[in-house]
Nanobody
């Protein structure tokens, strides 16, 4: 299993930013995918989850309206759009999949939001 995040950047508040996660080593379309983030000095927290076909999505209350998760099963990729980045969104963003009771993670994509 391999998960490779990309799209991390240093951005100013306001403009949307889209992260990508390219998956390989498993049948991508058969698994729910999630994005987490870890801000400096804080624990890892769930940001968004998407169903196998993209037919449903779920966000914790703190993330609703601020993030959009999507996926393209034809290219084994899941996306996370930060709709209007704020300084408090500065974090490392991780792609996640659970297979047979084991959590797999990418190495993360660093997003820095500052003016």
């Amino acid at each position: 299993v391999q998960l490779v995040e990309s799209g991390g950047d240093s951005v100013q508040p306001g403009g949307p930013l889209r992260l990508s996660c390219a998956a390989s080593g498993f049948t991508f379309s058969s698994y729910v995918m999630s994005w987490y983030r870890q801000a400096p000095g804080k624990g890892r927290e769930l940001v968004a989850t998407i169903g196998k076909t993209g037919g449903w999505t779920n966000y914790p209350d703190s993330a609703k309206g601020r993030f959009t998760i999507s996926r393209d099963n034809s290219i084994n990729t899941v996306y996370l759009q930060i709709n209007s980045p704020k300084p408090e969104d500065t974090a490392v963003y991780y792609c996640n999949v659970g297979l047979r009771g084991i959590d797999f993670w990418g190495k993360g994509a660093l997003v820095t939001v500052s003016s």
